[in-house]
Structure formats: structure tokens, C-alpha cells
């Protein structure tokens, strides 16, 4: 069935990396978030009211922000998918995120107006009428979200939607607590303790701590976090694959938004190569990435020097310091000054998860002290890079 409506309102299905694909099936899923949602508030809030439960009408209006954050997501793919003009030469793309972040404000919103109503019912419960064909109504909003789950978490990794999966996760969340409210108005009917404050207590938190989730990835994003480790690889991959290529470092995704990455590294290439054949390999990989993942891709080619018997016996050694002082530390771009009494190496040196001046300090001094262990001409002249990719 999926597939069905997804053949009819979303042209070109297939070609999910085009930005104008992305933006139909962004509009696709929110429409049908909106009017599913809206068809489960307008079910929800009558027996609510009729049973008198504030579990049940706190659902019902947490499916009235589920619509309009449907509705911002439509608005926000569409001022997304805008072409890129002079003031926003890399495009609009990052508007998803800002729609994403809208959404996770409601979805705290709800939550908190819920916690406050569940903490006013606990001071002064009030009794829940029980109807069993209300409770199979409900019972029947349950299936409709787990079907909104499958879907929007179906198409978010069809088209890498951020915004499309978070979706998904808050249908689920809605699914989960539509059951707990169910389960309270059942039990409800057999207790006199105030089971459905409590349900609407426990469900105020569990819908704030989806707002919590889904903003903090969108900030994550719009701050820059680490890129798609997958995406990574593949780049790193393809660029190895070119005729010559001995080692890949450097490699920085740029994100403007979702289907509007670009990225840049250094290819390593032996140095007695000719420059012209080397430049048509670095070319051809650009265009093969920029084909295959469509990410347009700027690869700077560092020279290597090779049939060196000093270079590779230094580059030998100093793999050995480096795996008893750090191990899993990479280092790249080494070089060689060579004289009679000192013998300069340059590198750069790789340190994961961004550690601390004092710990890049400690490690660079116990590199260097260790390497002129190994002969006294060594001198050390270590540059600490970034590692930009994540996958350190």
C-alpha cells in the first residue's frame, strides 16, 4: 500500500539523492500526517471528554501538536527544496532542521501542559467513566500510529530524513502511550486509586524526554556533529580506489542539509608519478562520487615520497613508538629534512575525540622523546590535526 501512494504522489520515486524527490516525499509523508492526526484528535477529544479523562484528552491534543508539527515539516521541506540564490549559494536545506527544532518545542510544550494537568488531577482525582467501545476506539488509534511509524521511518531511510525518523520515533511514542492510556481507563473502572493522573504523569514524561531526544539531535546537526559514518567510508573507499592512491586523510563533510552535502580530502600519491596522469585519477574520482553518492567532492593531492630507505625506516619507527605511547593514533604527511648530526621529521599527527591541549602537549612530548630514543638525530616537528570524519 505504501509503495502504491508513494508511486502516485511522488514523481520520479526512485531518485532519492534529487532534491526536488526529497521534497515530495517530505510533503508526502506530512500530508498524511495531517490528516491522520487530525482525524485522531477530532475521535479522541469527544471521548475524553465523555469519560472525563484527562489521559485520554491530553492524547488527543498531543496528536493536535503531532499534525501541526506535520505541518511545519511541510512548510519546512518545501522552503528547504528552494533553489540556492545569491544570499544562499549552498541552499536552503538547513530550514529542515529549523522545522525539526520547531517540532521538538511542541512536542516539549505538550509535554509540559500535560505534566502540569496530571500533577492537578493527582491533587484532585476525579472519576473516569468507562466505556468499552470508547476504549476499542483508542485501542483502533493505536494501529493508526504504529502504521504512521512504519511509514515515516520507511521513507526517512529511503531519502536519509533526520526529520522523517525522529517523526517515526514520536509516532511510536504515541503508540506506546495510547496503549498506557487504554490500559489506565481499563483499570480505572476497578480502582479507586487515581491511575489515570498517573498514567497522564508518566506519559507528560515520557513525551518530554522525546522532545528532549529530537532536539537535541537537531542541534547536534545544526552545530555540525559528526557526519554519517557509512557516508564516510564510502568516500574514503572510492578515493582509495584511484590508480595510485596510497592513503586518504583530511576528509571533511560539509552538511547544508539533508541531500546537500559537500566534501573535501587529501589524497595520498607517490611523488615520482607524473602529474598530468595523477590529475586525470584525482578528476575521474571526483566525478565518480559526486555520481555514485552525489556529494561534490574537492580531493587535494599530497605527494609522498617513496623508494626512500631512511623515509621507511623512520615511518617504520615511528609506527612502533606511536603504538606503545597511543595506540590507534594515526599520523600522516610525514617528510624528512635529513643532515649529518640532526634529522628533522614533520607530520601531522591525528588524536581522536578532540582531546585537551594538555593531553595533545603530553602525547607530542612522549612522541618525540621516545623517537629520539631511537636515534638521537631525530627531532620531531609534530603538528596535531583534527579528525573531522568521526570514525577515529
Given at each position: ?78 522552503m528547504a527544496g528552494r533553489r540556492p540564490d545569491r544570499e544562499h549559494p549552498f541552499g536552503h536545506g538547513r530550514l529542515e532542521y529549523v522545522s525539526a527544532l520547531i517540532v521538538a518545542f511542541l512536542i516539549l510544550l ?283
Amino acid at each position: 500500500m505504501l509503495d502504491f501512494l508513494v508511486r502516485k504522489f511522488v514523481p520520479n520515486a526512485q531518485q532519492v539523492n534529487d532534491p526536488a524527490v526529497r521534497t515530495a516525499y517530505s510533503v508526502f509523508a506530512g500530508a498524511m500526517g495531517i490528516v491522520l492526526n487530525i482525524l485522531l484528535f477530532g475521535v479522541k477529544l469527544p471521548i475524553g471528554m465523555i469519560t472525563g479523562s484527562i489521559a485520554i484528552t491530553s492524547d488527543a491534543f498531543n496528536n493536535l501538536s503531532d499534525m501541526g508539527s506535520s505541518l511545519i515539516t511541510v512548510i519546512g521541506a518545501r522552503m528547504a527544496g528552494r533553489r540556492p540564490d545569491r544570499e544562499h549559494p549552498f541552499g536552503h536545506g538547513r530550514l529542515e532542521y529549523v522545522s525539526a527544532l520547531i517540532v521538538a518545542f511542541l512536542i516539549l510544550l505538550v509535554g509540559f501542559e500535560l505534566l502540569k494537568e496530571s500533577i492537578g488531577k493527582l491533587a484532585q482525582p476525579q472519576p473516569v467513566d468507562f466505556n468499552p467501545v470508547l476504549v476499542g476506539v483508542l485501542a483502533l488509534s493505536v494501529l493508526v500510529k504504529v502504521f504512521m511509524f512504519y511509514y515515516n521511518r520507511t521513507l526517512g531511510r529511503r531519502i536519509q530524513s533526520t526529520v522523517m525518523r525522529a517523526t517515526a520515533s514520536d509516532s511510536l511514542n504515541d503508540a506506546i502511550t495510547t496503549s498506557a492510556v487504554v490500559a489506565a481507563t481499563i483499570i480505572g473502572h476497578f480502582v479507586t486509586w487515581p491511575i489515570d493522573a498517573l498514567a497522564g504523569l508518566a506519559l507528560s514524561l515520557l513525551i518530554l524526554w522525546s522532545g528532549y531526544g529530537v532536539a537535541k539531535d537537531t542541534i547536534d546537526l545544526l552545530l555540525g556533529g559528526k557526519p554519517d559514518p557509512e557516508l564516510v567510508k564510502r568516500i574514503a573507499a572510492m578515493v582509495m580506489e584511484g590508480e595510485g592512491v596510497t592513503g586518504v586523510h583530511d576528509l571533511i563533510i560539509h552538511d547544508y542539509g539533508p541531500g546537500r552535502v559537500m566534501a573535501s580530502v587529501h589524497a595520498e600519491v607517490p611523488s615520482d608519478q607524473d602529474i598530468m596522469h595523477v590529475h586525470e585519477v584525482i578528476d575521474a574520482t571526483e566525478q565518480r562520487i559526486q555520481r555514485e553518492l552525489g556529494v561534490p567532492i574537492v580531493i587535494h593531492m599530497d605527494p609522498i615520497l617513496v623508494h626512500s630507505e631512511k623515509l621507511d625506516k623512520a615511518n617504520a619507527q615511528l609506527r612502533q613508538v606511536l603504538d606503545r605511547v597511543a595506540p590507534g593514533v594515526s599520523y600522516h604527511d610525514l617528510r624528512m629534512t635529513d643532515g649529518e648530526n640532526r634529522i628533522n621529521l614533520i607530520f601531522d599527527l591525528v588524536l581522536p575525540d578532540g582531546p585537551s591541549q594538555e593531553k595533545s602537549q603530553q602525547v607530542v612530548r612522549e612522541v618525540g622523546e621516545k623517537m629520539a630514543q631511537v636515534d638521537p638525530r631525530y627531532r620531531c616537528v609534530i603538528h596535531v590535526d583534527q579528525d573531522y570524519s568521526g570514525l577515529m
